[in-house]
């Protein structure tokens, strides 16, 4: 049984379809963001997309640790 929090979300990302897909979501707006840093000039549209996928990327993090901590209250049980 996985008792540390990586262990948790190694399991969680194999067995919980929605762990993966907020992981995936996650990763990719991670990607998007890189893709937008990199340009030495930000437009205005730049400057709201980095803003969104900043505050998605914290939504989908938030979601993804609540479903952790879930499961590591039902290990310590």
């Given at each position: 049984?996985?008792?540390?929090?990586?262990?948790i979300?190694?399991?969680?990302?194999?067995?919980?379809?929605?762990?993966?897909?907020?992981?995936?979501?996650?990763?990719?707006?991670?990607?998007?963001?890189?893709?937008?840093?990199?340009?030495?000039?930000?437009?205005?549209?730049d400057?709201?997309?980095?803003?969104?996928?900043?505050?998605?990327?914290?939504?989908?993090?938030?979601?993804?640790?609540?479903?952790?901590?879930?499961?590591?209250?039902?290990?310590?049980?």
């Amino acid at each position: 049984m996985p008792t540390t929090s990586q262990d948790i979300r190694q399991s969680l990302l194999a067995r919980d379809p929605e762990f993966r897909n907020l992981a995936e979501e996650h990763s990719r707006c991670e990607s998007q963001l890189e893709q937008i840093l990199k340009s030495s000039y930000l437009s205005s549209e730049d400057l709201i997309q980095e803003a969104e996928l900043k505050k998605l990327k914290l939504r989908l993090k938030d979601r993804m640790e609540l479903i952790l901590a879930r499961h590591q209250q039902m290990v310590s049980h």
